[in-house]
């Protein structure tokens, strides 16, 4: 028990993840502000004209995606806030813009040299020795050589707009979503019903409103271009908080009183999110203090060969993080293992560290308690079950995809 105290209050007091705790309860405050202004509104009606049916609006969810690049956690947050009217009145099911979201966020961070993903793994990969002796220049124009061999994150990204029109078949807790909405209409199931009370009050009462898309996209526009000049998401969020006092009070929108209500009541929305991810945080401690990832690198070295290393990393590293949900803490404890080994082993460098990406994006991806799979699923308003479950097909395909990929290129290079 003591130990699990320990652990507890370790996660609390880290600062990355007080710094997640923080983005997550001030990007309810500004959802709140923003539809209260019925700036959501106006954007929902603005794309409206845009989005001709189901099919229409699933690909400019996924093109929204891949536009909003600079961080998993943006992109999320933002595109849920976007589209989420739209989906429910084209009917498509809660699962189906969760699995889309999810499916551009990590995947398309990694796959991009100006997002915080790029940056981590630049300078992680570039702390190796062997990396820097490839003479491919800094950090990040290293990593500009490892991105056409992150095959998971290609895979995942391909893999939306086949489901989009049709050319993947709807599978397991996907297939059920589509049904559920055929005989019901319902675009979430029951157990997501409570989930989505207050959001339902609130589209009831603007149902014969009008909005701006300028309140909308200004705040939201702060937050993007801040968090690209500050590199600092947390900043952005609060500049864009900032930006709705300065928008939306002079015009009369809200008084300030109404103003700081939203604020807090907004925060107070994102709490359970918090809570889960503070769970989330508190599980992926727990496998590194037992030395999980230690654990399986010991029992895989005797099977290393140089052919098949880079397959055999991906499925590794995809392990790992499916069964911890820390992405970014595995790949750190197995990055300074790995990738000596493949120097010793002769193995392809560029291949193994896009392995090691594959991996992780995997487990940010698929891994039911990963903190994007959460935060997802939370600003879709449905159980976290319903996403994690209806997207585990489709998350199979990648890895079946990359799996055989590595191994090729493995083989070839």
Known sequence: MTAWIEVMFSVL????????????????????????????????????????????????????????????????????????????????????????????????????????????????????????????????????HVIPYIFYAIAAIILVPLFCYDALPKLGRMKAAYERVRQTGNVYSPESKELNLEEEKEWADASNMTGNLWDFLIPIGVLTGGAIMMEDLLQAVMAAIAVCFILYIPRGKMTVCKYCDLMMHGFCNMIPTVAIIFFAFFMQQAMTDIGIAEYAIESMEPYMDSSVFPVIVFLTVASLTFSTGSCWGVTAVVSPVMLPMAVSLEADLLLTMGAIVSGAVLGSHACFYSDATVLTSSCCNIQNMDHALSQLPYAIMATVFSAVGYLVCGLAL
């Open 13 to 144: 007091a880290n600062r990355q993840n007080q710094w997640v705790f923080m983005v997550c309860a001030l990007f309810g405050s500004l959802i709140a502000l923003i539809g209260a202004a019925r700036g959501t509104l106006g954007f929902a009606a603005w794309l409206d004209r845009i989005c001709c049916g189901p099919k229409t609006t699933m690909l400019v969810t996924w093109i929204m995606g891949i536009v909003i690049f600079v961080d998993d956690y943006l992109n999320i947050m933002t595109i849920s806030t976007c589209m989420k009217k739209l989906t429910d009145k084209n009917k498509i099911p809660r699962e189906t813009i969760s699995y889309i979201i999810d499916s551009t966020g990590a995947p398309v961070c990694a796959l991009l040299p100006f997002s915080t993903w790029a940056v981590f793994f630049a300078n992680l990969f570039c702390s190796e020795n062997g990396v820097p002796q490839l003479g491919l220049g800094d950090p990040l124009q290293t990593f500009c």
